[in-house]
């Protein structure tokens, strides 16, 4: 921690990898954020806080979303607010409610792009069974900010059976770890786009309300032990983080990692490791081994599960490390990102 | 509607004016938010939700700060992005319990004037007994936003009795009108910071939490029939929207308006009427008359209400406007305010 506050100080002024998801964002939320606002006492400003009720809990997120190009192939600024926020409820083990919006606007944006996002917010709201309920709108003058940044907060409700997990408080060495589909998809196709690839790659982003799936996949039964979305710092970020928080190992099997082959072809065009690419429609889910099975059917029966892979287990080795055994049969460690090439990608 | 939504076609492009607060943020809500978002139901986007629970209710509400300069006589972006949502919450009857925080950062910002920011938030947040639990933070390239922009969004529990607080429902024609202090000063401290007048003007922010003084006075009685605090479009704003929404009429008395007289000297010297500028630590209360001056009363014993005052009172006349009785003995009607000459006042 000191390290890292000595290289804070150094640099003195926010870099573009403050807002990447990794390393210097861990750092910057654990040494600004939670050193002033926790107040002496335990709370972390995690993706959803938990909120105590008298009957029940509460989750409650925000997000910003500042993505550049504010349009591109599978979704839109508006789009990825409403799918991030209800996402980041959804894997807490909450089932999203409502959800507040908060516009800043370029002077000079076009109206016809305003209601293009604001009616895909509606849509995808309609689609995830929440509702948007309260707003505000900010104007500032031309070249004091990007087209348009959105800010949504959440609040869901959870029940008991499921308020550990976020925290992964209960997962153990002999755990399954799936994902839902193939990886890197967002990232891919947002760079894409910025970059205006001669060649059309097909590549659509992933971004997509979870919560429907995941609620299928959590009633009934306590064999979910941990939930994570795989967005900024893609899937190796989240596994890095719990393998890391609760000091435990983890391997995965690079060949059991869905990636659609034109992903992965322009990963490797543009000297990407879909590992850190973010997602926007990916959670990674660790199960008790007994049902993950059950679990894994129940998840290909969803549109957006069909492609969910069992990718590896947590073991009683390597303690704080996640290990690959790679397609070619080596074995490589998994670093937690130090910083990330595409900023501005949610 | 019509008219408005032509004015909106003509204009193709989000103006400054669409954030004032004023004519068209309201119609840009209508038109816009609430046509794509209520969904066929009748969810109006106010300024808080109010939440339907099993036991309790819950207000939500967000608002996202771009106040320019970030640093200013009686406060800074941070405190205001506390003040400006406890205050939102409070208004309505609730009482603010957390809150959360998205930060879009300009690449290079400096660490100290984050930390700055980040302790006076939670200062604020301590001083209003409320919690910041959730966050997130997003850097972009330099010249993509203009230093730092701040959303927050709050959390807090309503009791059934204060349910119609909000809309005003039952503000009937007698009742009075009471403010807890002078106006105008927040709007006026930005300004001579942004013009960096060379006289020493002395005019600080009233940025304050005021859910405290609020509990104190609604707690105990069905007095208080509607509060909205006068932010952005100023004191008029406020009286102009009640009276309009529930089609009452409005009589004020200048000459009670609590104003400062240096306030006052510069709306003067600048050509601002003092009616339409900006309040953070403002509340327009309409009481039943019976309890006017208890309240009053209580209000001047809390450090915030100490200069309230009755500045006028429902009654049975000129529907939907609000009338002004000046000091010179004259009558005006008070408009609502088309445009703003304010950009960027919190």
């Known amino acids: 921690m000191h390290t890292i506050y000595t290289e804070m100080a150094i640099s003195k002024k926010i ?22 606002f926790s107040n002496g006492s335990e709370l972390p400003l995690t993706d959803s ?24 192939p599978g979704g839109d600024i508006g789009k990825l607010a ?3 926020t209800v996402n980041d409820l959804a894997v807490c083990g909450a089932i999203p409610e409502y959800l507040s919006c908060g516009f800043i606007i370029e002077e000079g944006f076009e109206f016809e792009k305003l209601i293009k996002i604001v009616s895909s917010m509606a849509r995808t709201a309609d689609k995830a069974g929440v509702k948007i309920i309260t707003g505000d709108t900010k104007v500032v003058d031309k070249g004091k900010c990007d087209k348009i940044f959105i800010n949504t907060a959440g609040v869901g409700r959870i029940s008991l059976k499921n308020e550990n997990i976020a925290s992964g408080i209960n997962v153990k060495p002999g755990d399954k770890i799936i994902i839902n589909g193939g990886i890197a998809e967002h990232g891919m196709a947002i760079l894409a786009e910025r970059e205006g690839l001669k060649f059309d790659t097909g590549i659509l982003s992933d971004c997509a309300p979870l919560n429907k799936m995941i609620e299928q996949i959590t009633t009934g039964n306590d064999a979910v032990k941990f939930m994570r979305d795989a967005t900024r710092g893609g899937l190796a970020t989240v596994l890095c983080e719990i393998a ?25 065009l543009l000297g990407f490791d879909p590992l850190y690419v973010a997602n926007e429609g990916k959670v990674v889910i660790i199960v008790d081994p007994l049902y993950a099975n059950r679990i894994l059917e129940g998840m290909k029966k969803n549109e957006l599960g069909k492609h969910a892979s069992v990718i590896g287990e947590v073991v009683d080795d390597h303690e704080g490390l996640v290990a690959m055994e790679t397609e070619i049969g080596g074995r490589r460690i998994v670093d937690m990102l130090a910083g990330e090439q595409l900023p501005r990608i949610c």
Chains 1, 2 share one sequence.
């Open 244 to 268: 890391e928080s609760r000091n435990l190992g983890i391997d995965i099997h690079e060949s059991e990692i869905p990636i659609k082959d034109n992903v992965r072809g322009i990963c490797d």
């Open 15 to 36: 870099l573009l990898n403050h807002g990447s998801g990794g390393k210097l964002t861990h750092e910057l939320i654990k040494e600004v954020f939670v050193r002033y």
């Open 82 to 84: 409403v799918c991030g």
């Open 49 to 72: 806080a938990i909120i105590d009720g008298d009957t029940q809990k509460l989750a409650f997120t925000t997000d910003s979303y500042v993505v550049d190009p504010i349009f591109f």
